[in-house]
């Protein structure tokens, strides 16, 4: 993800130290076709990263005075074209600290959301992937990034309690 203008401005000051910052994942379904009739499967929306070369659901850091459902919502608009609103929050997690090849290092306390499709046909929105499209969750792309395994799994589980770890 392309750091933030905020972040490169703390790292005028900070240099490599660890910061901690929130995060969202946007995990996106799609539960029912063009005409409204259930998926046999539901569909989960993917990008696969520039980076790395791995799939997964979106994902960013929330800006100053972001809302962490807006956010979601912004990014998954930003990176794929897709219109979609925050259902629930699926689940509050750390992500362990992250080290970067240029020396910074953070901390990420992750919001996963489910998220509601609205409209839209998946695009490449940035350089941040190579390619977006819709994913059965019972077919996911290798590679993977592995937490977002969970993350689909908690956003499957409509109407469930949040998931903290």
Known sequence: MPTPEFIKELRKDIGHKPLFLPGVTAVVL??????????????????????NGRWSVTSG??????????????????ETGIES??????GVSDHGQVRYPNGDECWFTDIAFEM?????????????????????????????VEPHRERIRWALEAGAPTRFR
Do not use: K, M, N, Q
């Not at 850091?61 to 930003?78: F, Q």
């Not at 609103?85 to 699926?90: E, G, S, W």
């Not at 609205?118 to 077919?139: K, N, Q, Y």
């Open 30 to 51: 799609r539960r029912t076709d063009h005409d409204g009739a259930p998926l046999p499967s539901p569909e989960v929306l993917l990008v696969r990263r520039s980076d």
């Open 61 to 78: 850091i929330l800006e100053p005075g972001e809302e962490p459902g807006s956010s979601a919502a912004r990014e998954v608009l930003e």
């Open 85 to 90: 609103r925050p259902v629930r929050v699926a």
């Open 116 to 144: 509601e499709y609205l409209s839209g046909e998946p695009v490449i929105g940035d350089d941040e992937s190579t390619d977006v499209a819709w994913f059965p969750v019972d077919a996911l792309p290798e590679p993977f």
